[in-house]
């Protein structure tokens, strides 16, 4: 659905925000099955565990700019979407550098994860972009005449 609707009309920035969340959701998906499935790849744990959350970031970014464009574009991103979505410039290479947390790995098939403040951090950054993303929605699309949008 993402991709047919990113086909009709691929200039329009919700299109794209869609088409990327569920190109996204499909990578989540196809690593867990690589992961959890083949011997070559269940030994990428820290591969496993930095994709999955540069993913679930990108996921709740791309979530954040598809509600600022749904139903109708308003034109230019509100300043407060923005400022949401600047603190990832700073976590994406925190997490890259492996900052978020002090020891993966799996015992049996549990995973094991000790988290840092900044993993902390990063979670709670991310269930906050969620929040926002599903804020703007319902306001945009359930109480636009109490907003005047």
């Keep these: 659905l993402g991709f047919y609707v990113f086909a009709v009309d691929p200039r329009r920035r919700a299109n794209q925000a ?3 969340f569920n190109g996204l959701l499909a990578f989540w998906t196809a690593r867990d099955i690589l992961f959890w499935n083949f011997a070559e790849f ?7 565990l930095l994709s999955g959350l540069i ?3 990108l996921m709740m970014l791309s979530l954040v700019v598809f509600s600022e464009d749904f139903p109708e574009p308003k034109g230019k991103m509100s300043s407060s979407s923005l400022a949401a979505m600047a603190p990832s410039v700073i976590l994406i290479p925190a997490c890259l550098g492996g ?9 049996g098939e549990t995973p094991r994860l000790t ?3 900044s ?3 990063f979670a709670t950054y991310v269930l906050a972009l969620f929040a926002w993303g599903a804020f703007i929605l319902i306001r945009r699309n359930f109480f636009p005449l ?4």
Excluded: K, M, N, P
């Design 18 to 20: 869609f088409a990327t």
């Design 42 to 48: 269940s030994a990428q744990t820290e591969a496993w």
């Design 55 to 57: 993913a679930s970031l």
């Design 99 to 107: 900052f978020l947390w002090e020891e993966f790995d799996l015992l």
């Design 115 to 117: 988290l840092t403040v």
């Design 119 to 121: 993993g902390y951090v």
């Design 146 to 149: 109490v907003y005047g949008i």
